[in-house]
């Protein structure tokens, strides 16, 4: 028999249970429908919901609620690949299908938002700080384009494998990966137009970037001597 769940808790041994016993069902017995309906359903909710406002991975232009039973439907579908035998919560292999939905949902966003940034903007803004552009720099970035996808895919998977990871890093952090993915099409000379882009990505303050700048670094360098 399930016991009671603490009052603050929504996903505990009571859900974790109630999945073991759901999966011995097969897909549309009404054991297993009734299992999720009366003890996973609303947890699950709360699971993606929780994500996708923690780390800012909300749409705006779509209503929250959509968003969040989108991505429960895409949770359920893979629900019966989990196995508990292999040691992993069902708290963390389901939010992290819900984690990873998410994040490609919000890239599409991000390229249709780096898209309205234009690049007038970031001309006018060159031309307000008296820029200089050096082509020069752009065909060392075209040199070096193996590297720098090879360094987003890092970080990327250091997203997708820390779920805890504070929401400014996480935000951050996928910027980093959007701009190293798509720099040519980005106009980024020096410092002062990186964080500029950064800014209209993220609405973070400067100080917020560099302190989740230096904390990505610092992950970053820790997961190279790690697998080195």
Known sequence: MLRKRKKKEYWGPIEEKAVIEYLKYPAGHPQADRIFTETLYEPLKKLVENIMFTYNLAIPEIPP???IYDCM???TQKMRKFNPERGCKSFSYFGTIAKNDLIAKSNKHYKQKIQSIDIENIVGFEMEQ???IDHEFEKDLGSNEFLLKLVASDIKEILNSNISLEPN??????AVVYLLNNYQYMNIQNKRQ???IMKEFTGLK???????MNKINQIFKNTCKENH
């Open 194 to 196: 990186f964080y500029f």
């Open 130 to 132: 008296e820029l200089c």
């Open 73 to 75: 439907s895409v949770v």
């Open 65 to 67: 609620e959509e968003q």
């Open 206 to 212: 400067t100080k917020e970037i560099t302190a989740a």
């Open 169 to 174: 890093i996480y935000k951050i952090g996928e």
